[in-house]
């Protein structure tokens, strides 16, 4: 679905997404299809046609709310120059038709892909992990909707339950990656603290007394890490007994919570589904939420969390975060030769982007570490953390000399070209940057602070100055 959906670069300049995407007769014959056969069968699929159609309807509708509200109120997307208002409208109109009749999701989950791929394109590759796990679950969701026409199935416990396994296999994996690695021995949480505030999170708050913070919270690290693993690898235990999921998915929504506060980090849509998934289980008549939990139950979960490893794509969140961080940062220089710095904020729709700041290849210089000053071996890290504190300009350089990597792309800086040039060459034009339903923009999934004197359009912009910052 991924791979078929999204248009090319040059599909998306174009007014109508989805009239675009019907031009490919592979898609057109798909959705056509689809949703020919939905609508014969349409009374048949009405949720108050399954048993514990509520439970599961909440779930789903919760996900896809989530998915509506980000793409349907996101920035006036100025490199391609379209706001794209058919394709959101029409998102908007799936959305509360799946409310309405589930027959509407797989629609629903192709427009979704559809808007969010432009994003993929020019610069870098857009960050999918937040989102991913989502249109998986919509996507097995809308297979399970063509089983009930083949075999008949009338109770939606069985596609409740497959839905949670699919958001719970993310935490999983994401703790098993950890325990992989070793990263419960060698992991310093406070390192990605500060890279976040490098980044711009918290920005607000001096220097020193964000250094305060950081030494306080550092004394707290062990305790971080076991209650991480704690929640992460908790998730199999889901389906042991009735009174797991509370402490479960709490544990999840509070460990997003404390990863935002400290990052800025926020998986938004993650924590969204958890709480809708609590609420779908109160759905659930006594003994349908008696028989929903067990051991058997839990075996059955253990098939899902292996089989996802070949037909879904788990988040595996599992490195070791570093005293040092590389970001870039940007400068717009003004027609009066007044600088501005450009927060990442500013390049909404493409924040997330700039946000994780992965544009190694626009530097001539090797690079030791990933976003947020990440490394994936303890040799790494441990290389990093021998750099004399007395000395760091010159360790750091030394070290970047003999072990960083060279990430020159010719083809990727001239791409960022093209997309610095036409966002700010439209925006020197005049077109407006927002909508009037960027009022009620989704949260971003990585936020910071705007910079002390930042471009907020003050004047038109001459160039662009792009700053390598190294911090330790």
Request: net charge positive; proline share 4%.
């Amino acid at each position: 679905m991924f791979a078929i959906v999204p248009l090319t670069e040059s599909g998306y300049f174009q007014p109508v997404l989805v009239w675009q995407m019907l031009q490919n007769p592979a898609i057109a014959v798909l959705l056509i299809a689809t949703s020919a056969v939905l609508a014969w069968r349409w009374k048949d699929l009405r949720w108050s046609q399954f048993e514990n159609g509520l439970p599961a309807r909440i779930v789903i509708v919760t996900a896809v709310f989530v998915l509506a509200w980000s793409f349907s109120t996101y920035d006036y997307n100025l490199y391609y120059n379209q706001p794209h208002w058919v394709d959101r409208i029409l998102l908007i109109a799936l959305a509360v038709g799946v409310a309405v009749h589930p027959g509407f999701a797989p629609s629903f989950t192709i427009v979704a892909i559809l808007i969010a791929s432009q994003f993929n394109m020019p610069v870098d590759v857009f960050g999918w992990a937040d989102k991913r796990v989502i249109f998986e679950l919509l996507i097995v969701f809308s297979v399970w909707l063509f089983g009930r026409l083949i075999i008949g199935w009338r109770n939606m416990r069985s596609i409740l339950f497959l839905v949670i396994a699919v958001i719970l296999t993310n935490y999983l994996y994401a703790g098993a990656q950890k325990l992989a690695i070793g990263w419960e021995f060698n992991e310093n949480l406070t390192y990605l603290m500060a890279s976040s505030y490098v980044n711009g999170w918290l920005a607000i708050i001096a220097e020193p007394a964000a250094l305060q913070i950081l030494d306080f919270l550092a004394r707290f690290n062990p305790v971080f890490i076991f209650m991480t693993l704690l929640i992460e690898l908790g998730v199999v235990l889901f389906f042991a007994h009735r009174f797991a999921p509370w402490p479960v998915l709490i544990g999840c929504i509070t460990l997003h919570l404390i990863i935002f506060a400290t990052s800025g980090i926020f998986f938004w849509k993650w924590l969204a589904v958890d709480a809708g998934i609590l609420i779908g289980l109160r759905a659930l008549s006594p003994d349908a939420y008696r028989r929903f939990f067990g051991w058997r139950m839990v075996a059955a979960s253990v098939v899902v969390f292996v089989a996802a490893k070949f037909f879904l794509h788990p988040t595996r969140f599992g490195w070791y975060d570093t005293p040092l961080t590389i970001v870039y940062k940007f400068d717009a220089v003004g027609e009066s030769g007044k600088t501005y710095e450009i927060d990442n904020d500013f390049m909404a729709p493409y924040d997330l982007i700039f946000s994780q700041n992965r544009f190694y290849y626009l530097s001539d210089q090797p690079v030791l570490v990933g976003t947020f000053g990440q490394v994936g071996s303890t040799e790494q890290l441990n290389r990093i953390l021998s750099v004399n504190p007395n000395n760091l300009s010159a360790g750091i350089t030394e070290l970047s000399n003999q072990y960083g990597r060279h990430r020159i792309n010719e083809s990727g800086r001239q791409r960022f070209d093209q997309f610095i040039r036409t966002y700010f060459g439209n925006l020197n034009a005049g077109v407006s940057k927002t909508l009037f339903i960027n009022t009620i923009r989704a949260p971003l999934h990585i936020s910071n602070f705007p910079a002390s004197e930042p471009y907020r359009m003050q004047e038109k912009v001459k160039r662009i100055i792009v700053r390598q910052v190294t911090a330790y």
